[in-house]
């Protein structure tokens, strides 16, 4: 991204128990909405520490795609990783309800 020197878009990002949403900042059009079920993994970067990352198999070719955000704050970014984890807690436990009650 530094070697290229473009502009990013500008996002807003909502996590949930069904996954992750992504809206243009500016004109609040849905750009993406990835089913919790489709994230293997997030993180917080090691190295660049206010960029906030998940992988996901794409929707339409089945491949694995690596998603990056650089976030204004370290602690934004460890925020949203947080949230992540425990919208993984919060499916599994209603996938683990729903289940549990044939």
Not at 12 to 40: C, H
Not at 74 to 80: G, L, N, P, T
Not at 88 to 99: C, K, P, V
Request: proline residues 2%; hydrophobic residues 40%.
């Amino acid at each position: 991204a530094r070697e290229e020197a473009r502009k990013f878009q500008k996002v807003i990002l909502t996590v949930s128990p069904r996954g992750i949403s992504l809206q243009d900042a500016e004109t609040k059009e849905l750009v993406e909405n990835i089913s919790i079920y489709r994230i293997s993994y997030c993180t917080t970067d090691k190295l660049q520490n206010k960029v906030f990352a998940y992988v996901a198999q794409s929707q339409e070719s089945g491949a694995l795609e690596c998603h990056a955000f650089l976030s204004p704050k370290k602690k934004i970014a460890q925020a949203v990783t947080l949230t992540v984890a425990q919208a993984f807690q919060m499916a599994l436990d209603l996938w683990e309800a729903a289940h549990t009650g044939r």
